[in-house]
């Protein structure tokens, strides 16, 4: 078999040429590129040099558009570390859009479905409000999984309700987030004109030693134990006169146990900042203080002027006793 003759470089440039994306040669451009082939012999053998320039020119131009594996700026025929860069680039900006798309819905949902207790009291508004939290200052209130709705009747002027709170740590943490939550929930139910009376009962999960128990790992290993009553959050709504309407708050259920608990939880977290250590010396003196102000206190407070009496004057009388 005889060895064909080796390909000009032009030839193999054009050869190349014919690669497509996937780095196949395609058979189209094989075909086409067989019959350009034989019209440049054919331009050769006659001498026509104006239609050889002419194919090599249209050559030029049909290879410009096709990936060239020898050029020297993007021998691999594709911009890799460009292409790579913006799609980068598309998928943290797609993502940050995707957020950002979802925080608004989320929070254009949750308003549409909070629950406007101001207008309608009802065991199904009350719930509603229980699931899908209820808006609180500038933040957004959420209530535990775990509630029942025990009365919310506008005849009656009455909501109560009971949440078990399985996430807080102790009877501190009990205390906050029930606070809170009790004061979200009976503010927007007050401003209803037929409710007077907002009660929020919560409940926790106690041991065999009366310690609260709560959800551990992101929930998945729930508390356990004993069910019990911890606090129950009375709010109530009265009006003193014609132009003024008083909101009371009420903690009941506290038992000296809780209370003792709940010293000791606030006193340790004081301690890390403070002297908890108070002397019975220190407590005689700031006494003596207080009633010295109050004994200086003459009828000036009301009438203006100099005082009628001095601290030197009130020590004087107080060594003559």
């Known amino acids: 078999m005889a060895d064909k003759n080796p390909l000009t470089p032009e030839e193999v440039t054009e050869l190349f040429s014919e690669i497509d994306a996937s780095g196949v040669l395609d058979p189209t451009l094989a075909k086409k590129r067989t019959e350009r082939m034989r019209e440049k012999e054919a331009a050769a053998k006659r001498g026509d040099k104006a239609a050889l320039a002419q194919l090599r020119s249209e050559d030029r131009a049909s290879q410009a558009k096709h990936i060239d594996p ?41 308003r549409l479905n909070t629950a406007n207790l101001s207008e309608s009291v009802s065991v199904d508004t009350v719930s509603t409000a229980l699931k899908g939290g209820l808006e609180w200052g500038n933040g957004f209130t959420q209530f535990p999984l775990d509630f029942s709705v025990d009365e919310a009747d506008e005849r009656t002027g009455t909501v109560e309700v009971t949440v078990l709170d399985t996430s807080s740590a102790n009877e501190l943490e009990l205390l906050s987030n029930g606070q809170i939550q009790a004061a979200a929930l009976a503010t927007n139910a007050l401003l209803n004109d037929k409710i007077d009376r907002v009660v929020y009962n919560v409940h926790a999960y106690i041991d065999e030693d009366s310690n609260i128990q709560h959800d551990s790992f992101f929930g998945m290993f729930p508390a356990q134990g004993h069910q019990s009553a911890i606090l129950t959050f009375v709010w109530t709504k009265s009006s003193s006169n014609a132009t003024s309407i008083d909101w009371k708050m009420r903690i009941v259920s506290m038992d000296d146990t809780i209370a003792e608990r709940i010293q000791k939880q606030v006193n340790s977290v004081s301690s890390l900042i403070e002297d908890p250590v108070v002397s019975q010396t220190k407590i005689d003196e700031e006494k003596a203080e207080r009633d010295l102000e109050h004994r200086l206190h003459g009828r000036e407070i009301f009438r203006g002027g100099k005082p009628d009496r001095s601290p030197s004057d009130l020590l004087e009388q107080d060594k003559k006793r």
């Open 70 to 110: 020898l050029s020297e700026d993007d021998p691999s025929g594709s911009q890799v570390s460009h292409t790579i860069t913006k799609t980068a680039m598309a998928v943290v900006i797609g993502i940050l859009v995707l957020i950002v798309g979802m925080q608004i819905g989320y929070g254009v949902m949750r």
